[in-house]
């Protein structure tokens, strides 16, 4: 097989963001999969959400499992750390990563095979221990790797297309999410940029356990009449209940803009920055769990695809909370910090006399 690497000159107009990069800074290689595949949509809406929050691409550690979709981290942040785990499994390797360096941005990539299939029961877990990740489904409906069997998020009555009608009941992700703890999850669709890519930058601030659900179909074996993740259908059934106008500052930048009263809802998260979102949708509250789950399965009855915020907590708590662990990261700590000596060890063993 024959690769293309990309140039690495860049023109010297490219703009640069406040560190200094420029977006090709955070490119990977040329991508692999079809021409007009969503996923490749949704490698470049992390590319511009990381090129506009100035992150030092060294910074980002990357992970997956295997499918279509893990393949993707090889084509964004080529300067990033990244792990390429085995079926289903990425959510346990990612933990164990960010208990030992809890400094790095940690980016989950997986498919709805890899997250809602054979790693289900994973995914369950580092959603409910509320690892600080965040964790990227894209979502086509359909096992494409292996010829377009339906996947377990495929929607009941939908057609494959050899014209085989789905019949069992599928599994929603966003839902399950809310139901599990999650203390930041949205929806979106990898044709919409503009709603993507603020969704991806509040999710990175996000202090907590941070999960996309993102519609990207599949132009191979899921892009046709019938399907309820294609192009076509998705456009046509879109229901946004919020954009984010702005996406996210650090509280110490703070913008201050005039918007007639009603429109704008500021969250202020738990470490002082602020997101800003305009409600489109009447009456729907993005602080409320409960709203946000029955928002979802009410419009999923219509045959709605509810997209944008659904939910954000605004004093989340992730795993090292939970664990009361060290502020310095588990491998920068010496010998000296995890053996505390003898005296400690007998009053410890003392105590369970």
Known sequence: MTYIAKPKLHHPTLPANKIGFTRRDYEGKISTLCAGCGHDSISAAIIQACWELDIEPHRVAKLSGIGCSSK?????LGNSHGFNSVHGRMPS????????????IYLGVSGDGDSASIGIGQFAHVM??????VYIV?????????????SATADQGSKSK???????SPVDLAALALQLGATFVGRSFSGDKGQLVPLIKAAIVHPGAAFLDVISPCVAFNNHTG????????REHNEPVNRIDFDYWPKREEITVEYPEGEVVSVTQHDGSVLRLRKLAKNYDAHDRITAMNYIQQHQAKGEVVTGLLYVD???EDLHRHLNTADAPFNALSAGDLCPGSAALEKINASLR
Not at 162 to 168: A, Q
């Open 314 to 316: 605004p004093d989340p």
């Open 93 to 104: 390797v990612l933990t164990g990563a960010n208990l030992a360096n809890r400094d790095l």
């Open 227 to 234: 399907s309820t993740r294609s192009y076509e259908y998705v």
């Open 128 to 133: 409910r221990r509320g690892v600080n990740m």
């Open 162 to 168: 050899r014209g085989v009608v789905n019949s069992d």
């Open 138 to 150: 894209e979502n086509n409906g359909v096992y494409g790797l292996t010829k377009g069997q339906f």
């Open 72 to 76: 993707t981290p090889d084509y964004f």
